[in-house]
């Protein structure tokens, strides 16, 4: 009799235990529904608008570029140099890019406010003081919580397009195949902005992290870790959204001679550690891939543009004379 009401008793504790974990489960799925960041919108004030225009009209932002020479460099990964390499960065190959410009930092909130102004679009999900403005010491942090289609759309209002992935690669580890920026030595805090899982843990396992402003430095630090051609933080931060639709197996058809992608996909391809990754990722051919919807605190753009060669200029020949 009382092996039964134990049996009783515990197959009801099963079933409290099963009713718990369904509730935990139903309930994490509606906090994360509902810290969707792309259901979150910011409107400005009409203070808060006088003060946005001021800022970019007073505010001077870092528009220089870079120019990467037209050449061969090496892309990819040889495990034997690399023995973390992934998949979708074999083989190492010669690649040749004609010659190109690639912006020297990541796109800032002060740009991208003067974007928002002239385009009528909302302030972003981080830009919640003064009436839809970024804080003072945001204004040279990399944009974050934008789309491919957002970063694509910016690149094309300033006049220049979203890189490449070679482009990318190149203006990052240059021409000899190194595995980062500044050559073959690890990533270490004291060259890039990564490794920073926050106040509860990483994001990817946290989504109401996502509601938290991250560990974001401006984009012109780290001197000591600038590429071949002196352009900043192409590792750590953010990572940056590239113009290619992602293949993991691309590389193995690729064109040696300025490839551009494939034709279709269903993710876009975004380069470069950002600020919750780990050493093994933090490398100048690492790839990856994602839907290009995807507005994330760790996601960022830099843009880049063709070098138009200039035509000869034409001997001067005399007018015709009228009669």
Known sequence: MQSQVQRQTRRLEWAVNALLIGVAILTLANVAWGLDTQDIIVEFTPEGRKLAEERVRTWKPKEEMVLVPAGEFLMGSDRKVDRVAYRSELPQRKVYLDAYEIDKYEV???????????????PQLDWRYDGGNFQDTMANHPIMHVSWFDADSYCRWAGKRLPTEAEWEKAARGEDGRLNPWGNQSAGLTRANFGRTGLSGPV???????????????????????????????????????????????????????????ETGSQKAFRGGGWMDSTTTMRAAMRNGTDPNTKINWMGFR???????????????????AN
Not at 210 to 222: E, G, Q, R, T
Not at 234 to 256: F, H, I, L
Not at 303 to 321: F, K, L
Request: glycine share 4%.
């Open 108 to 122: 800032t909130n002060l740009h991208y406010m003067k974007f928002i102004l002239a385009t009528g679009r909302n």
């Open 303 to 321: 843009c880049a543009r063709d070098v138009q060669e200039q035509a000869p200029q034409a001997a001067s020949v005399a007018a015709p004379t």
């Open 204 to 262: 990817r396992d946290r989504p109401e992290r996502l509601l938290l402003y991250p560990p974001l430095i401006s984009v012109d630090k780290y001197e000591n870790a600038v590429s071949p051609y002196g352009i900043y933080q192409m590792m750590g931060n953010v990572s940056e959204w590239v113009n290619d639709w992602y293949d993991q197996e691309y590389y193995k058809t690729a064109p040696d001679r300025n490839p551009k992608g494939p």
